[in-house]
């Protein structure tokens, strides 16, 4: 490697000629994509269960959800400022955009989202505590809005969809990375979402109808049923796709990832099916609650499996 060598026939100077060696998207960009698919989660699990129930059986869903929404989407945002060597720069994503790029419409599609959800957030609470609002003239003026979340409650859904599976666009872009193909990474997503989003709802669905439970319980075992298919799908039938095969190789017997891997698969997939398909027969306050927690730890564990492997594998 030459630093500073001048290209003649370019007058570009090379600084830099050697491929960055290890994992450059660590536990940063596990944390964010996982965070993204709580935020959007709830909003897509809540959206079926008020077209399904009515409100009143779910009597703290319509401002929880958006709360969970908007902490998750500023952990997710949080850290993919913090990952970013110049995250100032990431001004220009707004001031200067470029619509071809993934990163740039995810960007603005994400922060619409964000800001949605703060305000359907601010107008849910003061609903849902009037007294709240008594002692100040912002708060009353949000409560007045109160048909404004039924408003942009659709827009809010549509925005979900896109802001969950974008982030598999990018991965695919990355040259040399047969893993994330992007057909199959956009429904692991999705699914991811409606996994963790059913399973933060699980936690705060404390006297919500037996209905609304047991969908809730639908939900998740479907979620996982599925995400986990796909999963083994690419874990017995990749030898067709010779990087494929050989990234996997770190996840098969005796790799390195393989305890971790199959961490994942057992508490994020196979345990929250069959307490949730149980519970769909006879609810088990108890046991749906630990399989939302394995759910959100075993999602974690996948996310951070799926994205490191590929990067153990050299480009040339």
Known sequence: MDHGTVIEATKAVVTLDVPLPGI???????????????????????AFLLYRHKKEEMPNLRWMMPLISFIALNVFLLFTLVDLHQPLRMIHIFTHPHWTSAITVGAWMASLFTGLITLMTAIGFLDAYPDVARHSGIAKAIRKMSGFYETIFPFVVFLALPVTMYTAIIMAQSSARELWAAPAELIQMLMAAFMVGSASLILIAGKWSAEAKRDLAMVLALSVFF??????????????????????????????????????????????????????????????????????????????????????????
């Open 24 to 46: 450059i998207w660590g536990w940063m960009i596990t944390l964010n994509m996982w965070a993204k698919s709580i935020g959007t989660g709830v909003i897509l699990v809540g």
């Open 227 to 316: 995400s986990f298919i796909m999963y083994m799908g690419e874990y017995f039938f990749s030898f067709k796709a010779a990087e494929v095969e050989a990234t996997l190789t770190y996840i098969h017997e005796g790799g390195s990832y393989q305890l971790q891997f199959w961490s994942a698969m057992v508490l994020g997939y196979i345990i929250p099916f069959f307490i949730a398909m149980g519970s769909m027969k006879e609810e088990s306050r108890v046991l749906m609650k630990f399989a939302a927690l394995t759910t959100l730890i075993g999602l974690y564990l996948a996310k951070s499996t799926w994205l490191e492997i590929p990067q153990m594998i050299p480009l040339s």
